[in-house]
């Protein structure tokens, strides 16, 4: 019997994954004081691991919090493992919930698929634009192989992968895509169908505001992921946010795809690392006692206030 992903992969210990977390909510911080984060509601798919929630609550001090999940064999084991009494657990499908969870309150949703794109095409994207308020934020996390689109079927019958990519995402432009369906460059492509999704559906759904992209990131722990998102604002949010410091924040890249990729370390290793660290000329990985690529060590550098403890359970 297939797992579920949840069943199959701790969400806690993905590094990469806990570092994009982080990255989120570091970003969340920087928008105060223009926007009162800690008033906001946070809406995600917290599966059994509520490894978002956790950072959201502690970090930001949100404490209204909603989680969407459709596995109703599962309601019992949601609500065990839910870590805070404000957690609110909406049994139901996305599209469906996200209808009337948002309420016209300020909000940072967050779908977090584990699927391919075509799991962002299902119309739970264009539902909650159409819930959501100035100043809210919207997430959207896919699978971003280019694996996803190989030996496909429409009407019975395979097509070429830029067919079907056109088909799931109706978009005819997406026909002349063949020069972007690889490994190395369809996750740019994957990152900007999202944010033009995401444009489109503030254009239709919210006169007077705009979609303003905040974040791009790929990633890899095991599989290519991207996530992107960014802010619905009228021209009052708009001018908040870039006054913002998360207008000027090495990791709120806007449209721009950012990597996340970093080595997977023993706690042993890391804590060899660390006690080389900060180090203002850099890391050098002659000086290490195990191997690593100069890649992986600027990676870790870079990142090691954020890389997961061993254990830890904040996700």
């Not at 839910?82 to 909406?90: D, G, L, Q, Y």
């Not at 900007?192 to 790929?218: F, M, N, T």
């Not at 946010?241 to 000027?248: G, K, N």
């Not at 690529?293 to 954020?306: D, H, I």
Request: a negative charge; aromatic letters at 8%; glycine letters at 6%.
């Amino acid at each position: 019997m297939s797992k579920r992903s949840f069943e199959a992969i701790n969400y806690m210990l993905r590094p990469n994954k806990n570092v994009e977390r982080k990255l989120i909510v570091a970003t969340l911080k920087k928008l105060q004081p223009q926007f009162d984060i800690p008033k906001f509601r946070y809406v995600g798919f917290g599966s059994m691991w509520f490894s978002d929630f956790v950072l959201v609550h502690r970090y930001l001090n949100i404490c209204d919090l909603i989680t969407i999940e459709n596995q109703k064999s599962r309601k019992k084991r949601v609500e065990f493992n839910k870590p805070f009494a404000c957690i609110e657990v909406r049994m139901d499908e996305a599209a469906i919930a996200l209808g009337d969870v948002l309420d016209g309150k300020q909000s940072i949703v967050w779908l977090d698929y584990d699927g391919p794109l075509k799991s962002a095409m299902t119309g739970d994207l264009e539902t909650a634009v159409g819930e959501m308020v100035s100043g809210s934020m919207l997430l959207v996390s896919v699978n971003a192989s280019v694996d996803q689109l190989r030996n496909q079927k429409l009407q019975g019958e395979e097509v070429e992968a830029n067919v079907y990519l056109a088909d799931i995402c109706e978009n005819e432009e997406l026909l002349n895509s063949e020069l972007r369906l690889t490994a190395n460059e369809f996750p740019a492509l994957a990152a900007q169908i999202l944010h033009d999704r995401i444009k489109s559906a503030v254009l239709e759904k919210k006169p007077g505001c705009e979609y303003v992209p905040i974040w791009s990131y790929r990633y890899a722990d095991g599989v290519t992921m991207v996530t992107v998102g960014g802010m619905i604002a009228d021209h009052m949010d708009r001018d908040k946010l870039r006054a913002s410091d998360a207008s000027t924040f090495a990791a709120a890249t806007g449209r721009e795809l950012f990597d996340i990729d970093l080595p997977v370390l023993t706690e042993k290793e890391k804590r060899a690392l660390d006690k080389l660290l900060p180090s203002e000329e850099g890391l050098d990985p002659r000086r290490l006692e195990f191997e690593l690529r100069p890649s992986e060590v600027a990676a870790y550098q870079r990142f090691y206030l954020e890389y997961p403890i061993f254990g830890e359970l904040v996700g």
